[in-house]
């Protein structure tokens, strides 16, 4: 073969041989030296150096190649069916597969079918070579100059061609720029036309074979014109290439027609390929298809280089196995819409039918939506699972977290003749809802959803989308005590709709009502709710339900509209201990209206049973009252200072101190004392102008009475009486004596008087017992012996008066404080104060500083020490207050005060933020002019806190405040340090100190260089301005907003520009100014629109 194949490339001399007396003419084709021998062949071919015309030719692919021979080691002999006769073809070994196959004899038997191209030829033996390899199958072997045909047949266009030939399968269609290309129309494509050899047609291009160098084309109208208006006329043959599928997305569902490839309806008809089958189906039979066939697939992939400009589809039999979640998402392009009438399957549940309809599509008939006029209990009783039913779509929307669409369907009678859709879908950017049946004065049904707490009424669905509310005061006509007894969740009820709002979010809100006389046609007249004020009058008995109670008292609900307030003490005529639970939430009251108030709409209601007037003034209540009036009342309120006790036969209130009350009853006021308990006082100073009374429940100041009107010291048995006298008001009979005896000269009466002009807790209440009564008049009408009064008991007597005297300016100055809420004055007013607010920095500071004006330095550190222990753990920022004032107070007081200071710093680290810590330290170094130690401490936290913005912001600080020309290299060394996302920061604060320092120049080239690098940035450009606008040089700020106006921005960006500009020009500018800057907005407005 070698020899031969070698020979068959020389020229080889003829040869005139007689044989058989006939001359022929033959080509050596060896010769053997060793044998003498020759071969020859009289093949005319080879004889005349001329092969025979092939019937194949490179590059040809043939799929139903038969093998002939399978030789061991060596290949393949194969026949292709080439026209008119076979072309035997033989593949080597090397190219019959990609991978290495171990026994390939076994792989390809005698009479199998395999695909076969044409690498070359065997002239000598007349025999084609081919290759196996699926690599060399399509490209091996190939120029690509065979392919630049490929370029002027975009799929999807238009080509011009002529009629080559007529067959019965289809039209021949040849083109005059490729001789070797060939297009082909089936009858299928040829849209009805006829059409006669040598014509010249426009077809579309559907697919390319380009190994065969084929083009299938049709001539169907709806691929020929849909694209007719770009055609280039500069290039006639062909169209120029449509925009790529701009209304289909990857996993988007679309119907499409079987036309060799996939056209699909719904993109206007473009062109897209699907596999029939994938890999887990391809060792099935593929499903077989018909021209014309409507079949459903998934977008699998764009146009584009990596699918050689194809539109990839995935026919819908084998996407729906592996349907994802972005699939479902594409489903929003479906074609359905609101108002269009469905085929769906039922699937039923308790208060909605789940419907299935079109291409995997979803949604749902709510109860409300399953009939007209009466709500049945069981609506959808009359349906089966999987039944197939007629429904409308009256909403859909997206669904809450999700891009997926919520679809709402009526079977309701009247929404699918259609009655309600010509006046009521209202669409929406976000949803279309079908409201028309729903408006004011309508009687609609519902399910009741919800059961709100308290007296908010109930939820009442009316609608798949829509909800009502019920207000508390709409559930019935009567005025009940519990309205919502009758309802409970899930019940039908029909409701009247009061009103339609809607909020300033778009929310629709219903107002529902209830109430029988509202909702029946017959249900006769209901009590009044009152939705006007001017509805109301003063003394109109009124109903209402309590809506909540507050310690001034409570407020009453009268409609949905209106509502009522009730002071506690218009509450009841008897004393109202706990109104929380006299009065609950939801009570219902009756009550008379005291005030009305129109354009507030205030209305005040008493619920007490006499006469709505009110009570005199407290001027007169006052006046009543008298400095050592005896008075009983009631205990009001317990504190731990006293008694709060309202007076009977007024609303006055007086306080009784502690230091008041009797001394073994001091203790613990809540156990001796109970709210509401009968008390008698003495009424020991009035003060009009605050409005204020103080009394006083010691047992002296009712023994004082006694003393005074009967001898029950002495033993008398008249003190009961004594004391009902003096309880009543009337004067004793020893009283009366004092008054009537003489001219008024009288010793005792003469004392009486003195006393009357003092103030109470001026004069100790026992005083009267050193007064003359006691030897004279006691002796002369009591009868006293003269032993009682002695010089001792006169000195003891002197002493205790002291004390007393002490005591009383003790407490009254303490009541004054208590009532001025005074500052403290001592250390245990202090001590008190910690213990009420033991975790508040702001009085240890103040008791600090108390100590330290007493120069008790000990003390205030004590003091501080014991702050930093009490404090919980939790307050950091009342913690690191207490360390603040601890260093200031070392720094002040230390010895030395350096040490002092540093061994506090260096405990507050232990237990505090470091950087904080650090920074209330530098803060008080600066504030007491200790720059080298501020500098060494400021050195010491660039190194340990250098990704920190601030730090490096308060040594630039630091440096412009020394008047130093320090900063350029501190900016650089920060830059180093800092992350890169606190660059804009940092530059941007230390332009503004530099600004701010008198040094504009450096700001400047720091706002330029940043602007150079972030050109969008407004709130640099807004900065940089307002910087420069603080200075007033208006040529330079008119120069840099014309820059900013300049730039190519959003338009939100560039209103926020222009308006600051505008801003400007108002307070610096003229009328010729503020023109021109509208005129420049203007000119960006129609530049953007353009």
Known sequence: MMETSILSLSVMPKSKLNCSSTLVNARILFVDPSTRAVGLTLNPHLVHNNAPPSLVKIGDIFDDSKVVRVDRGSGLLLEIPSAPIPTPAYVNVSDLSDKEIKKWEKSFKEGSLVRVRVSGFRLLEGLATGVLKIAKLHYSGMKSSSLKWVKDFP???????????????????????????????????????????????????????????????????????????????????????????????????????????????????????????????????????????????????????????????????????????????????????????????????????KLKFGSGLHGRIHITEASDGNISEKPFSNYKIGQTLTAKIVSKSKAENSSNLRWELSIRPSVLAGGLLANGASMTDDSEILTSHICEGAIVGGRISKILPGVSGLIVQIDPRLSGKVHFTELTDSWISNPLSGYHEGQFVKCKVLDIGRSGTGAVHVDLSLRSSLVELNGGSGSNRYEKIEDLNPDMVIEGYVKNITPKGCFIMLSRKLDAKILISNLSDDFVSNPEEEFPIGKLVTGRVLSLEPLSKRIEVSLRKTSGSKEPKADGEFSSLHVGDIISGRVKRIESYGLFITIDQSKSVGLCHVSELPEDNTDNLETKYKVHERVKAKVLKIDEERRRISLGMKESYFDTNTDIGSPADHGSDLSNESDSESDDGTPSEFQKSLILSGNGNHPVLAEVESRASVLPLDVPLDETEDSPMDDDAGAQNLEVPDNVTKTSENKVRRTKKKEMEEREREIRAAEERLLQKDVPRNADDYEKLIRSSPNSSFIWLKYMAFLLSLNEVDKARSTAERALRTINIREESEKLNVWIAYFNLENEFGNPPEDAVVKVFQRALQVCDPKKIHFALLGMYERTNQDKLAD?????????????????????????????????????????????????????????????????????????????????????????????????????????????????????????????????????????????????ALKYMEKTRS
């Open 936 to 1080: 060494e401490l400021l050195e010491k936290m660039i190194r340990k806190f250098k990704h920190s913005c601030k730090v490096w912001l308060r040594r630039i600080q630091r440096v412009l405040k020394q008047n130093e020309d320090m900063v350029q290299s501190i900016v650089k060394r920060a830059l180093i340090c800092l992350p890169k996302h606190k660059h804009i920061k940092f530059i941007t604060q230390t332009a503004i100190s530099e600004f701010k320092s008198g040094v504009p120049d450096r700001g400047r080239s720091l706002f330029e260089g940043m602007l150079r690098e972030y050109p969008k940035r407004t709130d640099l450009w807004s900065v940089y301005l307002d910087q420069e606008i603080r200075l007033d040089d208006e040529a330079v700020i008119r120069s840099l907003f014309e820059r900013a106006i300049c730039l190519e921005l959003p338009l939100k960006k560039m209103k926020f520009l222009f308006k600051k500009y505008l801003e400007f020009e108002k307070s610096k500018g003229d009328e010729e100014r503020i023109e021109y800057v509208k005129a420049e």
């Open 155 to 353: 799929i999807g266009n238009v080509i011009e061609g002529t009629v080559h030939e007529v067959k019965d399968s289809g039209v021949v269609i040849s083109f005059q720029k490729y001789n070797d290309v060939f297009g082909f129309v089936t009858h299928h494509q040829c849209g009805g036309s006829t059409m006669d050899i040598g014509s010249t047609i426009k077809a579309a291009i559907l697919d390319l074979a380009k190994m065969d160098r084929l083009v299938d084309l049709s001539l169907k109208a709806e691929f020929v014109n849909r694209n007719t208006e770009d055609t280039n006329s500069r290039t006639p043959k062909k169209m120029r290439k449509r925009p790529a599928h701009k209304d289909l997305e990857v996993n988007q569902t679309v119907n499409a027609v079987v036309e060799i490839v996939l056209s699909i309806l719904d993109a206007k008809y473009a062109l897209g390929y699907a596999s029939l089958y994938d890999y887990n189906t391809q060792a099935f039979q593929p499903k077989q298809f018909v021209n014309g066939q409507r079949v459903t697939a998934s977008v699998m992939a764009l146009p584009d280089s990596s699918t050689a400009d194809r539109l990839l589809l995935l026919l819908k039999s084998n996407s729906e196995a592996t349907e994802t979640s972005s699939a479902k998402r594409a489903k929003k392009k479906s074609s359905y819409d609101v108002g269009s009438s469905v085929q769906a399957e039922a699937k039923i549940k308790p208060l909605e039918l």
